[in-house]
């Protein structure tokens, strides 16, 4: 089973919805016969690298809303991420451009370290209140999990490298009609859009995995238990 997952590093919703997707893969009995793999899409592709506002500035002025409801708003997306284990520190987060990030994520698929490095990234954002637009900050992050540092800075000061992957990524994500994220799909026909409950990631994993799997899952109807034969004997049913 493949699961594709669009998302953004500036997405709250991105990071809480991932994190209920692998709680919801840590209960499925096949999760070692699950891939999952990162694909891009920018909430703000005209976004500057640097912004000198804060979170709750930038969301009331996107949305045409006071500063305070911006922060009430926002609080109360930081009590959903509680509730998966995670801490969004929104008074310190450094809005900024994520094309860069995407870059990096993607030179990391290459080497083996997607999910390694898109899960550092949101935790860099979200949680750490590190500037992810910023190169040497994305030079620190690919470093943490083993990847050229230098290479990197290479690959981040040339805008051309791994561009096209994330633009193909973003092409797809509008053949598929994305609008928003985070967006799931899995084996190129099921979505799931938007951060669901843990359960709705299990109901669709069960789903798709008793409707595509080649060995088929049975459930037992049996009503009688110790009326049947195997390894060379019976069992004995006991009288009642």
């Known amino acids: 089973m493949k ?21 919801a893969l840590e209960q499925f009995p096949f999760k070692d016969q699950v891939e999952v793999e990162f694909k ?17 500035e930038v969301l009331a002025h996107k949305y045409g809303m006071s500063v305070d409801q911006a922060k009430q708003a ?12 995670l801490t969004f520190n929104f008074d310190e987060m450094k809005p900024t451009n994520t094309f860069d990030a995407h870059r990096l994520a993607k030179f990391a698929k290459a080497q083996g370290k997607e999910a390694l490095v898109s899960e550092k990234l949101l935790h860099a954002y979200f949680t750490e209140s590190k500037h992810i637009g910023d190169f040497e900050t994305l030079a620190d992050i690919a470093d943490s999990v083993g990847l050229d ?3 990197v800075l290479n690959i981040l000061n040339d805008k051309n490298a791994f561009a096209t992957d994330v633009r193909q990524d973003e ?10 994220v985070p ?58």
């Open 74 to 85: 926002n609080q109360g997306v930081g009590q959903q991420a509680a509730t998966v284990g």
């Open 183 to 240: 967006y799931f799909v899995i084996n190129q026909k099921y979505a799931i859009s938007g951060a669901q409950p843990t359960e709705t990631f299990m109901g669709a994993l069960h789903k798709v995995w008793e409707e595509e799997s080649p060995v088929p899952v049975l459930q037992d109807l049996s009503t009688e238990e110790d009326m049947s034969c195997a390894d060379g004997s019976c069992a004995i049913p006991e009288k009642k």
């Open 3 to 23: 699961i594709e997952v669009w998302s953004d590093y500036v997405c709250p919703f991105c990071y809480i919805g991932k994190r209920r997707l692998e709680l």
């Open 40 to 56: 891009s899409f920018e909430l703000d592709p005209n976004s500057p690298q640097k912004i000198d506002q804060s979170i709750h």
């Open 149 to 151: 540092r230098q290479e």
């Open 171 to 180: 092409s797809l994500a509008g053949q598929y009609g994305v609008r928003g």
